[in-house]
């Protein structure tokens, strides 16, 4: 490959809306006023929010610049790991846009809105056949959200039988947010240290499980892109001192098609549809976190749940053991709309997309194994993870590989986590990308090795290609600048 997606070329630096602010420009035009002129709240005369005085060009052109400086899963290859930031089908984004759904109010009354129910209905059957889970609830917004749901789900089971428990099994490949939504619930996460191949094994297991430990959070595939072989095993001990298996589905797209989750033991599992089933949202845009239950924690799931009646659909709160409501209506709904659209085009296809992930993910882990370190070496499912151990030794981290990737016109990947890999690089490539567009993206990563290792400040010097060449971080982070000030 000659040449790579990232060159130089106009980079344009603009000062702050409140520096190009000037005194008397306005950028609209406003009719004339026909109707007495009252103050909203006479409390706040006075008290007005200072904002910049823009024309409609200054405007224009600084919301046109930053749509410039944007990388996207629409701009290029996308590699975050942990996080499937995979194309999403323009197919989704029209349907969610068809006005029956989009404008859509959600307090309107159930004869008005059965299309948007009955979608719902079918997306959980959807999630059900994928999953082999007894039932659902469309309620959590977000993967977190779907985890807490999980996590309180649990805790008023315990509850319900009558003794509650404190603690919860946390693999230390457990996914980011695991300990935080166990904490929520009152729960001390106990961690359980790997194997040396990377997985939970029942051995560790039985040693940290007791009566008092009301179950385990548990990644399948974990953080480090490795299958847990063991996971029936684990449920089995888990289920024997009365525990519950909470299964976090942020990486059920190496799984689907091929893999029965109940079977595996685990009793309840939130599915990031956002993620899996198109929308990819990096940066904490909008999301869905739906979860799915064997039948001994379907009393407890999320209300309102969606029931079909002949060819009727309606939204149940009749669940006297439910954990309630997590948010007044159902999140962003645009979400479930685009998964639907997503399970429905594929359909039986869904296998082909577990297949070229994986496929993809072990494509890159062996063309890139003697360039990087390699912790875990063993094929992979859908992501891989390197580090910077040969890397080091020439003074080049983790971060300097992220920097100069940049200049060579890629999105880094993931670094530093997960956390169990000193210097991590997460790749997650997706089924999404061409073998033409890994190949390139890999070349990039070898192209850098080889710097590391004969010329380490081109790797450290960077990136050249940007407006900002190496912030200081730690600085931007401790000192924020939230506001600006207006000219006087």
């Known amino acids: 490959m000659s040449q790579y997606p990232g060159a130089r070329g106009l980079a344009f630096k603009e000062a702050l809306l409140w520096e190009r602010g000037r005194k008397g420009r306005v950028g609209i035009s406003l009719p004339e006023r026909d109707v007495p002129r009252s103050e909203l709240d006479a409390g706040l005369v006075g008290d007005k929010p200072e904002l910049p005085e823009l024309s409609e060009v200054d405007v224009v052109r600084h919301y046109t610049r930053l749509s410039t400086w944007n990388f996207g899963v629409d701009t290029g290859t996308y590699p975050l790991g942990s996080c499937t930031m995979k194309y999403n089908p323009k197919v989704n984004e029209r349907t969610a846009g068809l006005p029956g759904f989009a404008n859509l109010h959600p307090m309107m009354p159930e004869d008005c809105v059965q299309g948007a129910l009955k979608l719902m209905y079918e997306l959980e059957r959807d999630l059900l056949e ?22 309180l789900m649990i805790h008023a089971y315990h509850a319900h039988k009558g003794k509650q428990r404190h603690k919860i099994l946390m693999p230390s490949t457990a996914h980011g947010t695991n300990p935080a939504s166990a904490a929520l619930c009152g729960y001390v996460p106990v961690p359980v240290q790997l194997s040396p191949d990377g997985v939970v094994t029942p051995e560790a297991i039985r040693q940290v499980m007791d009566e008092e430990t009301a179950g385990i959070m548990i990644t399948n595939p974990n953080t480090l892109g490795i299958f847990e072989r063991h996971i029936a095993e684990i449920a089995e001990i888990i289920h024997e001192k009365g525990g519950l298996v909470y299964g976090d589905g942020a990486n059920l797209n190496a799984l689907m098609g091929y893999a029965d989750v109940e079977k595996m033991g685990i009793d309840v599992m939130h599915v990031n549809v956002h993620k899996t089933l198109s929308t990819p949202h990096g940066g904490g845009g909008p999301g869905a976190g739906p979860v799915v239950a064997r039948d001994v924690l379907e009393p407890f799931l999320p209300v309102p749940r969606v029931k079909k009646d002949g060819d ?58 003697d360039a990087y370190n390699l912790p875990f070496p063993q094929p992979s499912m859908h992501e891989c993870v390197f580090n910077d151990a040969l890397q080091h030794k020439q003074g080049v981290t983790t971060l300097d590989i992220a920097k100069r990737l940049i200049d060579f016109g ?29 190949d390139g993206f890999v070349e990039a990563l070898k192209t850098i090795a080889e710097e590391a ?33 207006m000219p006087r």
């Open 130 to 151: 994928i999953t082999g889970m007894h039932a659902a609830s469309l309620q959590p917004s977000a993967g977190a959200q779907g985890e807490l749901a999980g996590m």
């Open 312 to 369: 009727r659909y309606s939204l149940s709160s009749d669940a006297p053991l439910s954990i309630g409501r997590l948010h007044s209506f159902f999140g962003s709904f645009a979400v479930l709309v685009r998964a639907l659209a997503y399970t429905r085009t594929l359909g039986k296809r869904l296998k082909d997309v577990t297949e070229m992930a994986v496929l993809n993910a072990n494509y890159v882990k062996a063309e890139l194994k």
């Open 410 to 438: 890629y999105h880094p990947p993931t670094v530093y986590f997960p956390l169990v890999v000193d210097g991590a690089l997460m790749i997650e490539p997706t089924e999404t990308e061409s073998k033409a567009d890994l």
């Open 453 to 485: 290792g004969t010329n380490p400040e081109a790797v450290t010097n960077t990136p050249q290609n940007t407006a900002v060449i190496r912030p200081d971080e730690v600085l931007a982070a401790r000192k924020l600048i939230l506001r600006g000030e």
